[in-house]
C-alpha cells in the first residue's frame, strides 16, 4: 500500500471493560478448577502407591511369618523325632535289663529248687508288669535292679563254695565281676565300688582263716553288691549317654535354629526388596529384576535399597508426569496458535526434559524435571488466559471495524491472521484501497493501522510542510465514531508521519515498528 501508515490507539468502554473483567475471572476460575484436579489426581497417585507399599510389606510380613511358622513346625518335627529316638533307646536298655533279669529268674528256678515259689511268682508278675510299662517314656532302672537284688539274694546258697570248689575260684569270679564294671564304675559310683571292695577283703579273710560258714554267709552279700554296683555304673554310663546325646541334640538344634533364623531373616530382607523394586517403571522392570537378582546374590543390601528407592522415584516421577502431560502439550499447541512460540518452546523444552530423564532412569533429574514442568504450568495457563483474552478483544475489534467501515460503504474484499494481528481489505466504491491490521501494543492497548492507497488526498511522500488528508481523516474519524457508538471501543486521534501536530507532536504510536506477524 501506498501513502503514510495511519495509527489510532483503541481504548475500550467501561462495559466492554467489566465484560473482559468477567471473562478474566472465569477464565482464573477454571484455570484453578484445573490446577485443583491435577493436585487430587497426583495425591490419589500417592496415595495408591502407599497402599501398594503397605500391601507389599503385608506380604512380606506374611512370608516371614510364614517362614517362621515352617522353621518352628521343623524344628518342632525334629525335636520329637530325637525324644521318640531317645525313648526308643530307653525302651531298648529296659528290655535287655528285663531279659537279664529274666534269664536270673530262670537260672534261679534251675539251680534253687528251694527257692520259695510265692517270691519267685511275685517276681515275675512284677517283671510282666515292668514289661507292659517299657515304652511308656518312664525310668525303669530303679525297679529293674531292685528285681535283680532280689534274685542274687535268692541265688546267693547255691554260690557256696562246694566240698571240692576252692575259695580263690569263688573269689576269683568276684573279682572278674568287680573288673568288668570298669573304671566308670569308681568314677559313678564310688560308695558302691569301696563297699564292695571291702567285703571282698572280709571275704578274702574268711576263706584265709578256714571260716566256712562265716564264708557262706558273705556270699550273697557280696553278690549282691556287686550287681548293685554293676547296674549303679550301668544306669549311670546310659545316663551319660543320653546326657551327651541331649547335648549333641541341642547343639544340632541350636545350630539348626540359628541357621533357619539366618535363612529366614535373610529371605525376609530379600522378598521385602523384591516387593519394593516390583514398583519400577515397565521400561525399567527388566533391567531392574536382574540387578535385584545380582543383588541378593551378593547380599548387598544397601545396593539394593539404592535400586528400590531410584525404582520409587522413577514411577512417582511417571505417574506425576501423567497427570500434566496432556495440559502441558494442550498449552504449547494453545501458545502457537495464539502467536507465542517462546511459551510453546518453554513448556516443550520442559516436558522433553522429564521424558529424556525417564527414558535414561535417571530418577531424580526426572523428579526434579517434572517438578518443574509443574510449577512452570500453572504460569504458562496463566499466560494463555492472557494472550486469549487479548486474542478476543483484536476478534471484537476487528469485527466491530469491518462492520463500521461497511456501514460507511467500504465493501469487505479479504481478511487474515498474521501473527498476533489481524489483516482487513476493504474497497471503496471509487476504487481506493484500504488495508487495516487490528494489533496489539506491548502493554495490551489495542493499536488500529491502515494503509491507504488510490485516495486523491493521501500522495506517495509526504510534503515538507506536511501531509494534509482531510477527507480520508473525516471518513476514518467517521468509521471511530460508529465503533465507539455500537461496540464499546473508542479510538483515539488517528495520526501518521506527517500529520501537521496540533501544537507540538509527539512520537507516533508505533513509529519505527513494522506490522505485528
Given amino acids: 500500500m501506498s501513502g503514510s501508515p495511519k495509527y489510532s490507539t483503541v481504548s475500550v468502554a467501561s462495559a466492554y471493560a467489566r465484560r473482559e473483567a468477567q471473562r478474566r475471572a472465569q477464565r482464573e476460575a477454571e484455570r484453578r478448577s484445573r490446577q485443583e484436579q491435577r493436585a487430587r489426581e497426583r495425591a490419589e497417585l500417592a496415595a495408591r502407591r502407599a497402599?501398594?507399599?503397605?500391601?507389599?510389606?503385608?506380604?512380606?510380613?506374611?512370608?516371614?511369618?510364614?517362614?517362621?511358622?515352617?522353621?518352628?513346625?521343623r524344628r518342632a518335627a525334629e525335636q520329637e523325632a530325637h525324644a521318640s529316638r531317645v525313648r526308643e533307646e530307653q525302651a531298648a536298655a529296659d528290655s535287655r535289663r528285663l531279659d537279664e533279669v529274666n534269664d536270673l529268674l530262670v537260672r534261679v528256678r534251675t539251680v534253687e529248687p528251694d527257692a520259695p515259689a510265692a517270691e519267685l511268682a511275685a517276681i515275675e508278675e512284677r517283671l510282666v508288669q515292668l514289661r507292659g510299662e517299657v515304652g511308656s517314656g518312664e525310668p525303669l532302672g530303679g525297679a529293674v535292679e531292685e528285681l535283680r537284688g532280689r534274685l542274687v539274694l535268692l541265688s546267693s546258697r547255691s554260690d557256696a563254695p562246694q566240698p571240692d570248689a576252692g575259695y580263690d575260684a569263688v573269689l576269683a569270679r568276684f573279682e572278674q565281676q568287680l573288673a568288668a564294671v570298669g573304671p566308670d564304675g569308681a568314677l559313678h559310683d564310688p560308695?558302691?565300688?569301696?563297699?564292695?571292695?571291702?567285703?571282698?577283703?572280709?571275704?578274702?579273710?574268711?576263706?584265709?582263716?578256714?571260716?566256712?560258714?562265716?564264708?557262706a554267709a558273705l556270699l550273697g552279700t557280696v553278690e549282691h553288691a556287686l550287681t548293685r554296683h554293676a547296674g549303679t555304673a550301668q544306669r549311670h554310663a546310659d545316663q551319660e549317654r543320653l546326657r551327651a546325646a541331649e547335648e549333641r541334640r541341642r547343639s544340632e538344634e541350636?545350630?539348626?535354629?540359628?541357621?533357619?533364623?539366618?535363612?529366614?531373616?535373610?529371605?525376609?530382607?530379600?522378598a521385602a526388596q523384591a516387593a519394593e523394586a516390583a514398583q519400577a517403571a515397565e521400561a525399567a522392570q527388566a533391567e531392574e529384576a536382574e540387578e535385584a537378582e545380582d543383588a541378593e546374590e551378593a547380599g548387598d543390601a544397601e545396593e539394593m535399597a539404592v535400586h528400590e528407592r531410584r525404582a520409587a522415584?522413577?514411577?512417582?516421577?511417571?505417574?506425576?508426569?501423567?497427570?500434566?502431560?496432556?495440559?502441558?502439550?494442550?498449552?504449547?499447541?494453545?501458545?502457537?496458535?495464539?502467536?507465542?512460540?517462546?511459551?510453546?518452546?518453554?513448556?516443550?523444552?520442559?516436558?522433553?526434559?522429564?521424558?529424556?530423564?525417564?527414558?535414561?532412569?535417571?530418577?531424580?533429574?526426572?523428579?526434579?524435571?517434572?517438578?518443574?514442568?509443574?510449577?512452570l504450568l500453572p504460569e504458562a495457563e496463566a499466560r494463555l488466559d492472557e494472550l486469549q483474552l487479548a486474542f478476543t478483544r483484536r476478534s471484537d475489534l476487528a469485527e466491530a471495524l469491518q462492520d463500521a467501515m461497511c456501514g460507511e460503504g467500504f465493501t469487505f474484499t479479504?481478511?487474515?491472521?498474521?501473527?498476533?494481528?489481524?489483516?482487513?481489505?476493504?474497497?471503496?466504491?471509487?476504487?481506493?484501497?484500504y488495508e487495516t491490521t487490528v494489533a496489539t501494543e506491548a502493554d495490551g492497548t489495542p493499536v488500529l493501522v491502515y494503509h491507504v492507497e488510490g485516495e486523491p488526498d493521501v500522495t506517495l511522500h509526504p510534503a515538507a510542510e506536511g501531509a494534509v488528508c482531510d477527507r480520508t481523516e473525516?471518513?476514518?474519524?467517521?468509521?471511530?465514531?460508529?465503533?465507539?457508538?455500537?461496540?464499546?471501543?473508542?479510538p483515539g486521534e488517528l495520526t501518521w508521519q506527517g500529520k501537521p501536530p496540533r501544537g507540538q507532536a509527539g512520537p507516533l504510536p508505533g513509529a519505527g515498528r513494522g506490522r505485528r506477524g
Fill in 254 to 270: 541350636h545350630a539348626a535354629a540359628r541357621a533357619a533364623a539366618d535363612q529366614v531373616a535373610e529371605e525376609a530382607a530379600e
Fill in 313 to 375: 522415584a522413577l514411577v512417582e516421577a511417571a505417574d506425576r508426569l501423567g497427570v500434566v502431560r496432556t495440559s502441558a502439550e494442550a498449552v504449547a499447541a494453545e501458545a502457537r496458535e495464539l502467536a507465542d512460540p517462546d511459551l510453546a518452546v518453554r513448556v516443550e523444552r520442559a516436558l522433553h526434559t522429564v521424558t529424556g530423564a525417564l527414558d535414561a532412569q535417571a530418577a531424580e533429574d526426572a523428579l526434579e524435571a517434572v517438578g518443574a514442568l509443574e510449577r
Fill in 51 to 73: 497402599r501398594e507399599r503397605a500391601a507389599r510389606r503385608d506380604r512380606a510380613r506374611a512370608d516371614v511369618e510364614r517362614r517362621q511358622r515352617e522353621a518352628a513346625d
Fill in 191 to 215: 560308695e558302691g565300688r569301696r563297699h564292695c571292695t571291702e567285703l571282698l577283703d572280709r571275704l578274702r579273710a574268711a576263706a584265709g582263716s578256714g571260716a566256712a560258714i562265716r564264708f
Fill in 474 to 490: 473525516d471518513l476514518l474519524e467517521r468509521v471511530h465514531e460508529a465503533m465507539g457508538e455500537r461496540d464499546g471501543f473508542l
Fill in 414 to 433: 479479504e481478511g487474515s491472521e498474521q501473527g498476533a494481528a489481524f489483516v482487513l481489505r476493504f474497497e471503496r466504491p471509487s476504487g481506493a484501497r
